[in-house]
């Protein structure tokens, strides 16, 4: 299942919690993960790593003291998504609308 349903916990799939997720993306800003050490320890498919593929892709790049914290402001921008998406919120109820809301 991709990743957003699994992030927002839709049944059937097992769920990904949120916080764990923010934490192993911020990790990864912060150079103590690496992107496939992720996808292993969030045990996702391959439908769920192309959709965090996309994700990646979408982030700043760079090294600098700046780009870093783009980064994790662009990390922390995709936490307060799936927050909203896990509560059900308008706007963040299905998975076409968080698909939306991050651009992807």
């Known amino acids: 299942m991709a990743l957003v349903e699994r992030l ?3 049944l059937g799939e097992p ?4 916080h764990d997720f923010f934490a192993a993306a911020h990790e990864i800003v912060v150079g103590r993960l690496t ?3 992720v996808k292993t ?3 996702m498919d391959v439908a769920a790593q192309s959709e965090f593929d ?3 892709a979408l982030a700043p790049t ?3 003291a700046l780009a870093t914290a783009q980064k ?3 990390v922390e921008s995709i936490h307060s998504v ?5 509560g059900r919120y308008a706007g963040y109820d299905t998975p076409a609308a968080v698909r939306s809301k991050l651009g992807i």
């Open 82 to 86: 799936f927050i909203l998406a896990e």
């Open 54 to 56: 996309s994700l990646v």
């Open 35 to 37: 992107v496939a050490q």
């Open 8 to 10: 927002m916990g839709d």
């Open 72 to 74: 994790a402001q662009y």
């Open 41 to 43: 320890a969030l045990a």
């Open 62 to 64: 760079g090294s600098s």
């Open 15 to 18: 769920k990904i919690p949120v």
